[in-house]
């Protein structure tokens, strides 16, 4: 099936994978086509001829949607060839809102539209219901409705138009040359050949997959929490929608470098501290972090995604008195930050990870840190990452 876009803009490629197709004794050979791909009626007409060679079966795209922006003169017109070459099998392919029988503007449309196509004889399949992603969710979610909570028992390959990921009967490329499953990533085409990923491909192989198969969407929910990854529902309409936003998730956090900061990266330190901190003046905050960066008894850590820095965490050795720990040096964790649209990817986690480690390496056996009394997202970040707490104390002051 060649579709996407509109594949016949690149006549000479889709017809030449039909014919590929066709010489591995592929039986059905389909494009999803809207049928404007041209103005030039030679054009067209010599596409059509292409097209019956190889004996495609074609699916002409006619609703609602597609012809706010294609003329139905046009899409006639491509269907008439068809019909008159009578080498293809072609069936009208609408896009419906609701359904067949929906009671609403644009699947009425969607109904003159196709009575114009069944007046001259042409058959219409069922078509398929516009999912709520994209720029559907956008612009048409007032026709959508989502559940209370998305269906954690969900199954790989239940969703229409899927396989199970360990069948992998359809395979994606992608522009820049990924080969995808679904929504997951096997291979890149810049550095392999297909058939060399296609015979690599083991689903059991890849934790992440493997925890989908065998648990369905709440196995692989359990597996990114366990790597720190948190997703949210809202915004969700489906457990495909969830399974998406957690395989993005992963992947970000898998292109991300946690590093130790040095005096070359002073700059992006101080800019993420400041996040961090904002009541404090860069002057102050340079003074503040100078240590971390030329003494033995402090370090900064940073998380970069894509040469950005986007995440920071300062610890120091503490050799006085810290609440609730033993006597000797005590790693501490003095302040963490991620930017907003990196939550929820395990980069905190990461980044404390390297504190820890960090500490560790100076003779500690124990690690702290505090936060605001009311900040309840801090402590529940602490409470996962295996702290417990030891106290709380109150602060006071009164002017002299």
Not at 21 to 38: D, E, H, K
Not at 133 to 142: D, I, M, Y
Not at 284 to 291: I, S, T
């Amino acid at each position: 099936m060649c579709f996407g876009g509109e594949p016949l803009l690149w006549p000479e490629d889709t017809v030449a994978l039909l014919r590929e197709a066709r010489a591995a004794g592929i039986p059905r050979r389909q494009v999803i086509t809207n049928g404007y791909f041209s103005r030039d009626p030679a054009r067209v007409a010599q596409v059509v001829g292409w097209l019956g060679e190889v004996g495609a079966e074609v699916l002409l795209s006619a609703d609602a949607f597609h012809q706010r922006r294609i003329p139905l003169s046009a899409a006639l017109d491509f269907a008439r060839r068809l019909a008159a070459d009578g080498r293809c099998r072609l069936r009208i392919h609408p896009a419906w809102l609701q359904g067949p029988q929906g009671q609403n503007e644009w699947d009425e449309e969607t109904r003159r539209v196709l009575a114009t196509f069944v007046a001259e004889g042409f058959a219409v399949s069922s078509g398929n219901q516009i999912a709520p992603a994209g720029s559907a969710a956008r612009h048409l979610g007032r026709y959508f409705s989502r559940p209370a909570a998305l269906d954690d028992s969900f199954r790989c390959g239940q969703a229409p138009y899927t396989t199970p990921l360990d069948r992998g009967e359809t395979l994606s490329v992608l522009p820049d040359g990924t080969v995808a499953l679904c929504a997951f990533s096997i291979g890149d085409l810049r550095s392999q050949g297909i058939d060399e990923i296609v015979d690599g491909y083991d689903p059991f192989a890849r934790p992440d997959i493997a925890a989908l198969l065998q648990g369905g969407v709440a196995g692989y929910r359990a597996y990114a929490g366990e790597r720190g990854i948190e997703v949210g529902e809202e915004g969700l309409y489906t457990p495909c929608d969830l399974c998406r936003r957690l395989t993005e998730k992963c992947r970000l956090q898998e292109g991300a470098e946690v590093r130790q900061a040095g005096p070359a990266d002073r700059a992006a330190a101080l800019a993420l501290a400041g996040k961090l901190w904002p009541g404090s003046g860069a002057e102050e905050l340079a003074e503040d972090l100078a240590p971390c960066f030329f003494g033995p008894d402090g370090a900064i850590f940073l998380a970069w995604q894509a040469g950005r820095p986007v995440g920071y965490a300062q610890c120091q050795l503490r050799r006085d008195y810290v609440e609730g720990a033993r006597p000797g040096p005590v790693g501490y964790l003095e302040g963490i930050y991620l930017e907003p649209d990196c939550r929820g990817q395990g980069l905190s986690r990461r980044l404390l990870e390297r504190c820890e480690a960090w500490a560790r390496g100076r003779g500690c056996r124990q690690f702290a840190s505090d936060c605001d009394f009311g900040n309840a997202a801090s402590q529940s970040f602490h409470r996962r990452a295996g702290f417990r707490e030891v106290g709380r104390i109150v602060c006071f002051l009164k002017e002299l």
